[in-house]
């Protein structure tokens, strides 16, 4: 949320410089994330002043009309200036740029240079005077502009054009604090924090002039709108907004449109009430109902954008059709136009699990949804528009052509909580005196009663959506008292076997994210809610049942997921679209099971490659993925956590996998790896190879032993052996290695493949692999006779149980 501290003034007075604003609305729970000096026009016309010129001689340099002059800007020296204006004269005050100012290109939003002291045409200027178009303040470079002014020479030019520099201070608002998302908010905390007054308009001039054209209003919803009020003023002009209403929307990001619709902005993000302007016109019928319409109905919004209605869709309709979304956006026939005269005004209160519902389904985000989703002050309409017509008056004419209407047949009750002293001192760790605790709930607007010796009652208005419970109430005292006023007990201790885990699962996650990272991985977070239809189309691999949403805002976001697959792949989609071809990702979630009526949650680490390996250069042509490429990873991630040895079989019959690996850590099977089915990948719009690997996190964490074991390195030299196997094609090298394993447990430290061959010659149904073997001895250098025996053994072995024909 943006505040502008300009406009922040307005309700209160603050004292304090960036660093302690910064401390004191932190403090009290609204995070300060960056404060930024914002300046009206680029540069802040830093280096520019008030001037006079003394004397102007006219001079000509190929056939160019040029002036010498001697500026007084107040510094007691006359600066020597050329200019080439043909309006510059003596006797003029002038905008004078100095030596060092930086002149920008305003259009474009850069600097061009910066102002020297230098010969021009043959004479020492030091400075420049300027035209509208160098201050950023029009496009007139017809010639300089020429001040009528007695303020001294050397006035710095943002005082003489009235610029005050704001600052737009953006805070990290949480959800729980609706009550903070305006300018007022954020007063009502600096008052409860440093005990000075809110200031509010004053409404007392609100008058109605006469009841001409009154907007009738029907509410068949009372329970989605339990609050509406409007009015109607006549005679206005729909024109440019002021300079000061455009300087504070400017601040915090608004783009100014019209001094009407400029009104509600202001309104909403000052006083924190969204409100809505209609062309009194065109409201049909002159008469507004708030209802719901027929599901499928089409309505077009401000941004001209066709949608298609639900069911439970608040609309603001007239006597024919909708003029607006209630609570979300407005329709584009209705809104504020150049000829607009009549406006009618509306402010309501919505109920906010109905606006929320709504602009989800529109995926709509707008001021106004932000505001009634959280919930707004059901006790500030009144005001709020009353406050609104009278701006209106202002700075667009007019008078109050109707009666207000004020719809609110239930007032939204306050929150009655009961509050207990002993727990106010059991939750803040430390015993406030009562009377300090009194005047904070009051500073807050939270008022006190039926107190004894025991506690009291705190009524809290409903505007503090957030504090219903008593823990909420103390809270509220916590935060203004302030949480760094809790001292630290003398006397600390901790129970260091009970209370620190033995293994931390953050830590070992990220030393893992990291390790991947290091091997051109980058890091995804996905949504654990998914489409029904993809499990669906794996039906078979996901024994359990789907975790359904019973409020589900979408169909595509119905289930929670019992696979990370689907939502890896959406995120590669979303790349691959893009012509990011070539990717490597891994993703820490859970997914979610429904097993025997009983729920259960389970934690994954999902890697995903697809594309290439390298981009092409001019040394190598680029390779496409393999399997190889993601077992590699998924080696390394098991030797981190510890794992020296596993036990892999064939995927078969998957309806995921094209082919793959299962890995199997003491019986278990704690990875699955392979080739992504291409008719499941296409399902997430993926239309190339994609290699996956799901890895049980859940089990590898709680088998992960963190102690480092160290072994000498040998000081004896390794062997390298080499044999060629004609074997069975269905004989894979993971049997090879087993077998050799069984046969030679203490010399042989290291087994590769180096080569694969499959033609006619060896024989229907036949491959050739070349294996190297690595042989060392920790105790001694190995002798020829001990080599030649070891691999006579291993030959053996390989003859014996896989049928393989050596080939030296």
Not at 225 to 239: A, E, L, M, N, S
Not at 660 to 685: F, H, I, Q, T
């Amino acid at each position: 949320m943006k505040i502008s501290l300009n406009w922040l003034k307005q309700f209160v007075e603050i004292n304090e410089n960036a660093q302690e604003l910064d401390e004191l609305l932190t403090g009290t729970g609204l995070e300060v994330e960056s404060i930024e000096r914002h300046e009206a026009i680029l540069g802040g016309l830093q280096g520019f002043v008030v001037g006079e010129v003394l004397t102007c001689e006219r001079f000509e340099v190929k056939d160019k009309k040029l002036s010498l002059t001697t500026v007084d800007i107040g510094t007691g020296t006359p600066s020597q200036v050329v200019c080439g204006a043909a309006n510059v004269d003596a006797g003029q005050k002038v905008i004078v740029a100095t030596v060092g100012t930086t002149l920008y290109d305003h259009a474009a939003g850069k600097p061009i240079f910066q102002i020297t002291s230098k010969k021009t045409y043959g004479h020492l200027s030091e400075g420049m005077i300027c035209a509208e178009d160098e201050l950023g303040l029009g496009t007139s470079h017809d010639g300089i502009l020429i001040l009528d002014t007695d303020l001294p020479n050397g006035t710095p030019a943002a005082q003489y054009f009235n610029l005050e520099a704001d600052l737009l201070i953006e805070i990290g608002l949480t959800p729980n604090r609706a009550d903070a998302a305006s300018h007022w908010g954020v007063a009502r905390d600096v008052k409860a924090k440093t005990g000075r007054a809110i200031t509010l308009p004053s409404v007392e001039n609100f008058k109605v002039a006469n009841n001409n054209f009154p907007i009738e209003l029907v509410v068949e919803k009372p329970e989605d709108c339990p609050r509406f009020c409007g009015v109607t003023i006549d005679g206005v002009k729909v024109q440019d907004s002021p300079e000061w209403l455009r300087k504070y929307l400017e601040t915090i990001g608004l783009r100014p449109i019209n001094n009407i619709v400029d009104i509600t902005n202001y309104i909403c993000h000052g006083l924190g009430q969204p409100m809505h302007a209609y062309d009194w016109h065109a409201i049909k019928g002159q008469k507004i109902v708030v209802k719901t319409l027929e599901a499928g109905t089409k309505f077009t919004t401000l941004d001209e954008v066709e949608r298609t209605l639900g069911e439970t869709d608040l609309m603001i309709c007239d006597a024919e059709e909708a003029v607006g979304i209630a609570g979300v956006f407005g329709g584009m026939k209705s809104g504020i136009k150049p000829e607009t005269t009549r406006v009618y005004l509306e402010v309501a209160y919505f109920d906010p699990a109905s606006v929320r519902k709504t602009a989800q389904r529109h995926g709509l985000k707008t001021d106004a949804s932000f505001r009634f989703e959280r919930g707004t002050d059901p006790n500030a309409k009144l005001f709020a528009l009353k406050h609104a017509a009278l701006l209106i008056q202002e700075l667009a004419g007019g008078e109050i052509a109707s009666e207000v209407t004020d719809f609110y047949p239930t007032s939204i009750a306050d929150f009655n909580i009961k509050v207990l002293y002993k727990n106010i001192d059991r939750l803040i760790g430390k015993k406030l005196e009562r009377s300090l605790i009194k005047d904070i709930l009051t500073a807050l607007d939270i008022q006190i009663q039926d107190e004894n010796e025991d506690g009291f009652n705190a009524i809290v208005p409903p505007f503090r959506v957030d504090v219903t419970r008593e823990a909420d109430v103390i809270e509220e005292i916590l935060r203004i008292y302030g949480f760094n006023n809790i001292e630290l007990s003398e006397n600390l201790g901790t129970d260091y076997l009970s209370s620190f885990p033995a293994k931390d699962r953050d830590n070992l996650q990220l030393k893992l994210s990291q390790i991947l990272a290091a091997n051109g991985f980058n890091e995804i977070i996905t949504n654990s809610l998914t489409k029904p239809a993809y499990a669906e189309l794996i039906k078979a691999d996901l024994p359990n049942e789907n975790v359904e949403i019973l409020n589900k805002l979408s169909e595509d976001l119905g289930v929670m997921r019992q696979t990370m697959l689907f939502s890896g792949l959406e995120v590669l989609a979303y790349n691959i679209n893009r012509r990011q071809k070539d990717l490597r990702v891994f993703d820490f979630g859970k997914t979610y099971h429904k097993i025997n009526d009983k729920y259960v949650e389970k934690r994954h680490l999902a890697i995903f490659i697809t594309g290439n390996t390298e981009n092409e250069t001019w040394q190598m042509k680029s390779q496409k993925v393999a399997f190889h490429t993601l077992a590699s990873a998924v080696n390394k991630v098991l030797g981190s956590l510890g794992v020296k040895s596993f036990d892999s079989k064939p995927i078969e019959n998957s309806a995921t996998f094209e082919y793959g690996l299962s890995y199997l850590v003491n019986k278990k099977e704690v990875v699955k790896l392979g080739l992504v089915k291409p008719n499941v990948a296409k399902k997430a719009e993926v239309k190339q190879h994609v290699f996956f690997a799901d890895i049980d996190w859940d089990y590898l964490f709680k088998q992960y032993n963190d102690k480092a074991v160290f072994a000498e390195l040998s000081k004896f030299p390794e062997v390298r052996r080499d044999l060629s196997l004609v074997i069975d094609k269905t004989v894979s090298f993971d049997q090879i290695q087993k077998l050799a394993r069984n046969y030679e447990k203490n010399l042989l430290k290291q087994i590769n493949v180096f080569d694969v061959y499959q033609g006619d010659n060896l024989g229907e149904g036949k491959k050739s692999y070349s294996v190297s073997f690595t042989l060392q001895d920790n105790e001694q250098t190995l002798t020829d006779k001990v080599i030649d025996k070891t691999m006579e053994k291993l030959m053996g072995a390989f003859e014996k149980e896989i049928g393989a024909v050596i080939r030296k």
